[in-house]
């Protein structure tokens, strides 16, 4: 990848995706998942179809033109055909092709203040989303730390599709979800299928990663012990707001790099 635009960012995300793949971590398994990161303010670097993370190394990931992306998820143009043409079009570097989820990825990287995207199969996540029970992943918060990671507002999204029409679905609730409640979702449940974190930094990411795990997992436990309890409204608000909390969530965030500029 000769004419990648930051090559520290390509050395990240390698490192990133093999951490991520840890069979420990149960997030992925063969050739599942993806991650991206931005390299330009209109460029992201993100994982070519059919790798295994676990295994990956910068021959994996293509750097791509995220306005053709854009372009085409705005239009109306479907089909097989118009997205191969995009992968061959649009990669700026790499030999790879895009993994055909780099479609909701775009949609993520176009969010502002998203710098690294993760998206993986957790087996404790994937648990809940293939359940009637996905909806208790959003309807309120169970413990303090995970509204410091996740924030208050995770999103859930029915099961569409993978590529085109899943990426113009997640686009759509994506600005709905906005509009709503004035901040950007920092954990994408897709339902039957996995999760998006949106990360502002790769360590952001990461994070969001485990405590999405984690609360899954206190979820399934609390489920199984009797039913889940919710923290009050006014508490989750208060956890959200106060300045120690505000202080802990910027220091969780030391990693910031922060390169993702003002797109809507
Ligand atoms: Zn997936």
Redesign the pocket.
């Known amino acids: 990848m000769s004419t990648v635009a930051t090559p520290s960012r390509l050395a990240e995300i390698v490192e990133l995706s093999r951490t991520i793949a840890e069979p420990h971590r149960e997030l992925v398994i063969l050739a599942?998942?993806?991650t991206s990161v931005r390299s330009a303010p209109d460029r992201m670097i993100v994982k070519a179809t059919g790798s295994a993370m676990e295994l990956a190394t910068e021959r994996d990931f293509v750097e791509v033109d995220l306005d053709a992306f854009w372009r085409l998820i705005d239009s109306d143009h479907d089909g097989d055909a118009v997205v191969d043409e995009l992968f061959r079009s649009a990669t700026l570097a790499g030999a790879g092709r895009p993994s055909v989820?780099s479609l909701l990825h775009a949609v993520c990287q176009r969010v502002a203040g998203v710098d690294t995207v993760i998206?993986?199969?957790p087996t404790a996540v994937n648990a809940v989303l293939c359940s009637d029970q996905a909806e208790l992943l959003v309807e309120g918060a169970l413990f303090p730390d995970q509204i410091v990671v996740l924030g208050r507002r995770p999103m859930l999204v029915p099961y569409v599709d993978?590529g085109l029409p899943l990426a113009r679905e997640v686009n759509r609730l994506l600005v709905a979800h906005i509009d709503a409640y004035g901040e950007r979702p920092r954990a994408i449940y897709?339902r039957n299928?996995?999760l998006f974190a949106l990360g502002s930094s790769v360590q952001d990411a990461v994070q969001i990663t485990d405590m999405a795990v984690k609360c899954a997992r206190i979820l399934t436990g609390a489920s199984t012990i009797g039913a889940p309890v919710f923290l009050a409204e006014e508490s989750a608000e208060r956890i959200d707001t106060r300045p120690d909390e505000l202080l802990r969530r910027r220091m969780l965030d030391v990693a910031r790099t922060d390169v993702a500029t003002e797109l809507d």
Do not use: K, Q, R, S
Request: proline share 9%.
């Open positions: 599942e998942g993806n989820e998206h993986t199969h993978p897709l299928h996995g």
